[in-house]
C-alpha cells in the first residue's frame, strides 16, 4: 500500500473544507421554522383489501393503535386504494383517498396526513410486504388545526388471510403549527 503523500494530504484537506464550507449555508437555509416541531410515530394496525367495481384498484382500510411524539397514545385511521399495475412495468401504488389521521386518546387533538406509497414484496415469503410511504400533512383539529409539514414512513406488513394482515411502522417528519394569533 503506498503512503499518501504530503501534497496529496494537503489537497484532500483544502477540498474537505471547501466541501464543508458549501454544506453549512445550505443546512442554515433548509433549517426548519420556530413554530415547526419534529414528528415521529409507532404504530401497529390491521388492514384489508377490498375488491371494488374496478379490478385494478382495491379499497384499503387500515386502523390501530399508535404513539405520537407530539400526542402521545393515539388511533390511527387511513382509507386508501391500491392502485394495481395495468403493464408489467408499473409498480403497485397505494393512494389516501382522505387524509390518513391520529386522533389523540383523549379526542383533542388530531393530526391529518395524505400519503402515497409503493409496496415491495419479500421474495423469501411472498406474504411480507415492505413500503415506503411519503406523507403531506393537510391539518387536523385542536393543536394541529391548520398544521402543515411532511413526513416518511417504513412499513412492514404480513398478510395473515388472502386480503387481510397486520402491519408496523415507523413515521419520521416534521409539523409546522401556525404561530398564535394576537
Given at each position: 500500500?503506498?503512503?499518501?503523500?504530503?501534497?496529496?494530504?494537503?489537497?484532500?484537506?483544502?477540498?474537505?473544507?471547501?466541501?464543508?464550507?458549501?454544506?453549512?449555508?445550505?443546512?442554515?437555509?433548509?433549517?426548519?421554522?420556530?413554530?415547526?416541531?419534529?414528528?415521529?410515530?409507532?404504530?401497529?394496525?390491521?388492514?384489508?383489501?377490498?375488491?371494488?367495481?374496478?379490478?385494478?384498484?382495491?379499497?384499503?382500510?387500515?386502523?390501530g393503535?399508535?404513539?405520537?411524539?407530539?400526542m402521545?397514545?393515539?388511533?390511527?385511521?387511513?382509507?386508501?386504494?391500491?392502485?394495481?399495475?395495468?403493464?408489467?412495468?408499473?409498480?403497485?401504488?397505494?393512494?389516501?383517498?382522505?387524509p390518513?389521521?391520529?386522533?389523540?386518546?383523549?379526542?383533542?387533538?388530531?393530526?391529518?396526513?395524505?400519503?402515497?406509497?409503493?409496496?415491495?414484496?419479500?421474495?423469501?415469503?411472498?406474504?411480507?410486504?415492505?413500503?415506503?410511504?411519503?406523507?403531506?400533512?393537510?391539518?387536523?383539529?385542536?393543536?394541529?388545526?391548520?398544521?402543515?409539514?411532511?413526513?416518511?414512513?417504513e412499513?412492514?406488513?404480513?398478510?395473515?388471510a388472502?386480503?387481510?394482515?397486520?402491519?408496523?411502522?415507523?413515521m419520521?417528519?416534521?409539523?409546522?403549527?401556525p404561530?398564535?394569533?394576537?
Open positions: 500500500m503506498k503512503k499518501m503523500s504530503l501534497v496529496k494530504n494537503l489537497a484532500l484537506g483544502v477540498a474537505c473544507a471547501a466541501l464543508i464550507s458549501t454544506i453549512a449555508p445550505i443546512e442554515a437555509a433548509d433549517s426548519l421554522p420556530a413554530n415547526a416541531a419534529y414528528l415521529q410515530a409507532y404504530t401497529g394496525n390491521t388492514f384489508a383489501l377490498i375488491p371494488t367495481a374496478d379490478p385494478n384498484v382495491l379499497g384499503h382500510p387500515v386502523d393503535p399508535a404513539h405520537v411524539s407530539l402521545g397514545n393515539c388511533h390511527f385511521h387511513g382509507e386508501s386504494e391500491v392502485h394495481l399495475p395495468t403493464s408489467p412495468d408499473q409498480p403497485i401504488v397505494i393512494v389516501s383517498t382522505s390518513w389521521s391520529f386522533t389523540s386518546a383523549d379526542g383533542k387533538n388530531s393530526l391529518k396526513f395524505d400519503a402515497r406509497g409503493i409496496p415491495t414484496f419479500d421474495p423469501a415469503n411472498p406474504n411480507f410486504v415492505n413500503l415506503t410511504y411519503q406523507a403531506t400533512i393537510v391539518g387536523g383539529t385542536g393543536a394541529f388545526a391548520h398544521a402543515t409539514g411532511k413526513a416518511t414512513f412499513v412492514t406488513a404480513e398478510f395473515t388472502p386480503l387481510s394482515g397486520l402491519g408496523t411502522w415507523t419520521k417528519g416534521f409539523v409546522i403549527t404561530p398564535p394569533s394576537n
